[in-house]
């Protein structure tokens, strides 16, 4: 890769994200689909940065689904999104980080709506103040979670116990990246290098230690695409686009996917088992998966985090392999364990995709 | 195999990498006027046997030029090489002697 070029580029998108007091909103789907990676944000951004991040247990979906999926308009997304920013004024916050690339984009819409027709602004203020009786201010500053984590990289590495480093042959991890389409297609300006070179995640990987491995179809959509997997009958469309993903990145043999958004890591995981399942294809080496990481969970693993505390055995592809190539210990035996000991039961074996032993 | 309720729908990208683009090589050697042509229709709009059978010559050569005329062979033997394509075409593609290269290059490659 030649990266020179793009390092300009990436300069020249670089935007503001802010460095304390967050007002933090969860996503409706991450929760069940990792729900590891927002309380290891919490826990990096709190325990080890030392920030003030503040939750509302009465924040909702941002709607973002059923928007995308065509079945609610324009006007009442405005609204649940006005309420949410009511929300973060009425705790007197002002940086909103959400962690959802879906909400993301969509707040970023939202606002960017504001911006340019005003009049419909004071609509949704009156449409909120009827409903809610409620007030807002708009943030003063709009990031993704993993713009904060890509801020503080180096405070992160310098707390590190890993680097993405493998240490049977010494080269760093290969990683792929797969920033979402919502994070800076629609605004290139709202992502860390906008939307042909975007950093944010190619940045966590060079700081600590891995390769950013380009491939043909790095760009291509992951399948979520909401009307392409909501009705399951479509869903040939979606699992055909993380394939041709997958068929793309496979002959640079990646030891992992990083990605942003909530969709992706769900579609790029469940997938490959849902591939092995119909054509009996695998993508790693040995009849194993390519594990698919979020970004917390990344974080999380170089600070030496135990994997199964930020949620690695959720996952369909088994991620043992990689913690075994970068040393990350962990205990098998404890992988189905739930927080208070109880067993949460072990997952029936895949027919084609290895389930990994250690 | 597990049966989920849908299928992985097949690629609808043209990959000019991996399709097999020897058919539209060995036209383009042997009948230059390939190359001029501009999808236009005339010809397939004019003849006889496309319009009692599906013979489309349009189409054909914009699948070969994709490497994708998968039916060529049966497709072919629907043409009687009466010539009205060629005095139609705006561009004067030599259609017929297009269609009898493809008969020779199915012979020679062994489509
Ligand atoms: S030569 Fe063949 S393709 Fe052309 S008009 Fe006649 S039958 Fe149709
Ligand atoms: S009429 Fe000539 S230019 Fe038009 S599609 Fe046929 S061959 Fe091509």
């Not at chain 1, 792929?176 to 975007?198: D, L, N, Q, R, T």
């Not at chain 1, 043909?216 to 909401?226: A, K």
């Given at each position: 890769?030649?990266?020179?070029?793009?390092?300009?580029?990436?300069?020249?998108?670089?935007?503001?994200?802010?460095?304390?007091?967050?007002?933090?909103?969860?996503?409706?789907?991450?929760q069940?689909?990792?729900?590891?990676?927002?309380?290891?944000?919490?826990?990096?951004?709190?325990?080890?940065?030392?920030?003030?991040?503040y939750?509302?247990?009465?924040?909702?979906?941002?709607?973002?689904?059923?928007?995308h999926?065509?079945?609610?308009?324009?006007?009442?997304?405005?609204?649940?999104?006005?309420?949410?920013?009511?929300?973060?004024?009425?705790?007197?916050?002002?940086?909103?980080?959400?962690?959802?690339?879906?909400?993301?984009?969509?707040?970023?819409e939202?606002?960017?709506?504001?911006?340019?027709?005003?009049e419909?602004?004071?609509?949704?203020?009156?449409?909120?103040?009827k409903?809610?009786?409620?007030?807002?201010?708009?943030?003063?500053?709009?990031?993704?979670?993993?713009?904060?984590?890509?801020?503080?990289?180096?405070?992160?590495?310098?707390?590190?116990?890993?680097?993405?480093?493998n240490?049977?042959?010494?080269?760093?991890?290969?990683?792929?990246?797969?920033?979402?389409?919502?994070?800076?297609?629609?605004?290139?300006?709202?992502?860390?290098?906008?939307?042909?070179?975007?950093?944010?995640?190619?940045?966590?990987?060079?700081?600590?230690?891995?390769?950013?491995?380009?491939?043909?179809?790095?760009?291509?959509?992951?399948?979520?695409?909401?009307r392409?997997?909501?009705?399951?009958?479509?869903?040939?469309?979606?699992?055909?686009?993380?394939?041709?993903?997958?068929?793309?990145?496979?002959?640079?043999?990646?030891?992992?996917?990083?990605?942003?958004?909530?969709?992706?890591?769900?579609?790029?995981?469940?997938?490959?088992?849902?591939?092995?399942?119909?054509?009996?294809?695998?993508?790693?080496?040995?009849?194993?998966?390519?594990?698919?990481?979020?970004?917390?969970?990344?974080?999380g693993?170089?600070?030496?985090?135990?994997?199964?505390?930020?949620?690695?055995?959720?996952?369909?592809?088994?991620?043992?392999?990689?913690?075994?190539?970068?040393?990350?210990?962990?205990?098998?035996?404890?992988?189905?364990?739930?927080?208070?000991?109880?067993?949460?039961?072990?997952?029936?074996?895949?027919?084609?995709?290895?389930f990994?032993?250690? | 195999?597990?049966?989920?309720?849908?299928?992985?729908?097949?690629?609808?990208?043209?990959?000019?990498?991996?399709?097999?683009?020897?058919?539209?090589?060995?036209?383009?050697?042997?009948?230059?006027?390939?190359?001029?042509?501009?999808?236009?229709?005339?010809?397939?709009?004019?003849?006889?046997?496309?319009?009692?059978?599906?013979?489309?010559?349009?189409?054909?050569?914009?699948?070969?030029?994709?490497?994708?005329?998968?039916?060529?062979?049966?497709?072919?033997?629907?043409?009687?090489?009466?010539?009205?394509?060629?005095?139609?075409?705006?561009?004067g593609?030599?259609?017929?002697?297009?269609?009898?290269?493809?008969?020779?290059?199915?012979?020679?490659?062994?489509?």
């Amino acid at each position: 890769m030649n990266i020179e070029g793009k390092r300009v580029i990436w300069k020249e998108y670089q935007k503001e994200i802010a460095d304390d007091h967050y007002f933090y909103v969860r996503s409706c789907v991450r929760q069940s689909f990792f729900p590891g990676s927002e309380t290891t944000f919490l826990r990096i951004l709190r325990d080890e940065l030392g920030k003030d991040v503040y939750e509302n247990p009465f924040h909702t979906t941002c709607t973002g689904i059923a928007y995308h999926g065509d079945i609610l308009p324009f006007e009442t997304t405005m609204t649940v999104i006005a309420r949410q920013f009511a929300l973060m004024t009425e705790a007197g916050y002002e940086n909103y980080i959400p962690s959802c690339i879906t909400s993301f984009g969509l707040y970023s819409e939202v606002l960017d709506t504001w911006h340019h027709f005003p009049e419909i602004e004071k609509k949704v203020r009156d449409f909120l103040k009827k409903a809610t009786g409620k007030e807002f201010e708009k943030p003063k500053n709009l990031a993704h979670a993993s713009d904060i984590i890509f801020k503080f990289r180096k405070e992160i590495t310098s707390k590190a116990k890993f680097k993405l480093v493998n240490r049977f042959t010494g080269d760093p991890i290969k990683v792929v990246e797969h920033i979402g389409c919502h994070y800076s297609k629609m605004f290139p300006s709202k992502g860390v290098g906008g939307a042909e070179y975007p950093y944010v995640l190619a940045g966590l990987i060079e700081e600590w230690g891995g390769d950013v491995i380009d491939y043909p179809e790095r760009r291509h959509c992951c399948g979520f695409g909401f009307r392409q997997y909501l009705i399951r009958a479509n869903r040939g469309y979606s699992i055909a686009c993380s394939r041709k993903k997958f068929e793309s990145m496979q002959p640079y043999k990646p030891d992992a996917i990083l990605t942003n958004c909530p969709g992706c890591p769900y579609f790029l995981d469940r997938w490959q088992y849902a591939i092995s399942e119909m054509e009996g294809k695998t993508y790693g080496v040995d009849g194993q998966g390519i594990p698919v990481l979020t970004y917390e969970e990344l974080a999380g693993m170089v600070l030496g985090y135990d994997p199964w505390d930020i949620g690695l055995q959720i996952h369909q592809v088994p991620v043992e392999p990689l913690l075994d190539k970068i040393g990350i210990p962990y205990d098998s035996q404890k992988k189905f364990q739930g927080k208070n000991g109880e067993n949460l039961g072990q997952p029936a074996t895949a027919h084609s995709l290895t389930f990994y032993q250690g | 195999m597990i049966d989920f309720g849908y299928n992985i729908n097949a690629d609808r990208q043209i990959d000019y990498d991996r399709n097999d683009r020897r058919l539209a090589r060995y036209i383009l050697e042997h009948e230059p006027t390939f190359r001029i042509c501009i999808s236009c229709g005339t010809c397939t709009a004019t003849c006889s046997a496309g319009n009692f059978t599906y013979l489309n010559l349009r189409e054909m050569i914009v699948l070969i030029k994709r490497g994708e005329a998968k039916n060529i062979k049966s497709d072919i033997e629907k043409c009687m090489l009466c010539g009205k394509c060629q005095l139609a075409c705006p561009r004067g593609v030599n259609t017929r002697n297009i269609i009898l290269t493809i008969n020779r290059a199915i012979e020679r490659l062994d489509f």
